[in-house]
């Protein structure tokens, strides 16, 4: 087992890649604390996670929130081993008609809540700790109508290169899991399109994708096991692309076979 007696925390744990990385840490040995704002989904994931897994209803970007659920994890834990900071809202932005206050609110979400997760994570971290922040190829391709999530997820990864400038005299690894299209309830989430449109445009994004296919929330999952574990103790300030080709190969797909 990989993480037999760590303790975890995972924003976003009640749903998709948080969800399935929670049941892997405790698969492999780990306490593990989850945090959403549905109360049902985070009870329904509590009561499959069984009893190595508590839960904190709370909102990340509420400083309040966050500095009690730290407090509580704390309590019950003592000090935490590993945090994924993983929570994270969609959205489309198209320049000419994105209102402020969207953009700001995936800005807060998806960016400086994550900082700020970090930030209240350090009096809880034991040095030598892993904190792994969860980005996106979409910080590195640009998509039409997708300012302000690219724009975070590129900022998560600069900030993961500086916090893990910052913790290294710690010892504390900063890492960043990066998924390309995996399926998970995010797809659905403030989206208008019946089942067949959104099934047209899953077949369109695998056509671009080398290997012809989305990614399983347990397959990003595996990748967060990987920075989480000892098996990653050299990887420092880096992004790891958990994409089935998208940024590595990005015409590999059948749409550009010829
Ligand atoms: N799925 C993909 O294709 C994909 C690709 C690249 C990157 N990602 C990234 O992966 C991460 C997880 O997404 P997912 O695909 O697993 O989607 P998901 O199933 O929609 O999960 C998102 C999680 O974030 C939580 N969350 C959102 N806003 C929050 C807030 N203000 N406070 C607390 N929790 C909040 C949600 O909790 P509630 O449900 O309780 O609100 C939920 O648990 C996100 O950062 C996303 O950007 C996903």
Same mark, same amino acid.
């Given at each position: 087992? #990989? ?19 929670? !049941? ?9 604390? =989850? /945090?959403?704002?549905? &109360? ?23 400083? #309040?929130?966050? #500095?009690? =659920? ?5 309590? $019950?834990?003592? $000090? ?17 008609? /994105? $209102? ?5 609110? =995936?800005? !807060? ?37 997708? *300012? ?12 993961? !290169? ?31 399109? /019946?089942?067949?449109? *959104?099934?047209?445009?899953? $077949? #369109? ?7 012809? !296919? ?5 397959? =990003? ?14 990887? &420092? ?22």
């Amino acid at each position: 087992m #990989k993480l037999e007696g760590k303790k975890a925390l995972i924003t976003g744990g009640n749903s998709g890649i948080g969800f399935a990385t929670a !049941r892997l840490f405790i698969k492999e040995g780990a306490q593990v604390a =989850i /945090t959403g704002r549905n &109360q049902e989904t985070l009870d329904a994931a509590l009561a499959e996670l069984g009893p190595k897994a508590i839960g904190f209803r709370g909102d990340v970007t509420d400083s #309040k929130s966050r #500095k009690a =659920i730290f407090q509580q994890v704390g309590e $019950k834990f003592g $000090k935490l081993d590993i945090v994924f900071a993983n929570a994270g809202i969609p959205g489309s932005t198209p320049a000419g008609s /994105t $209102k402020e206050e969207l953009f700001e609110e =995936i800005i !807060r979400v998806n960016l400086a809540s994550v900082f700020f997760t970090v930030q209240d994570a350090l009096p809880f971290l034991n040095d030598g700790s892993s904190v792994i922040l969860n980005g996106s190829v979409i910080g590195t391709l640009g998509q039409p109508g997708y *300012s302000a999530y690219s724009a975070s997820k590129a900022g998560v990864r600069a900030l993961a !290169r500086t916090l893990a400038a910052d913790l290294s005299p710690r010892n504390i690894r900063v890492n960043v899991v990066a998924p390309g299209a995996t399926k998970t309830p995010i797809w659905a989430r403030n989206s208008q399109r /019946t089942a067949e449109e *959104s099934g047209e445009i899953a $077949k #369109k994004l695998a056509s671009q994708i080398a290997l012809g !296919r989305w990614g399983e929330a347990d397959e =990003i999952a595996k990748a967060v096991l990987f920075l989480a574990s000892d098996d990653s103790s050299y990887v &420092q300030g880096a992004e790891l692309f958990v994409d089935g080709g998208l940024t590595g190969t990005p015409l590999g797909g059948s749409l550009n076979r010829i």
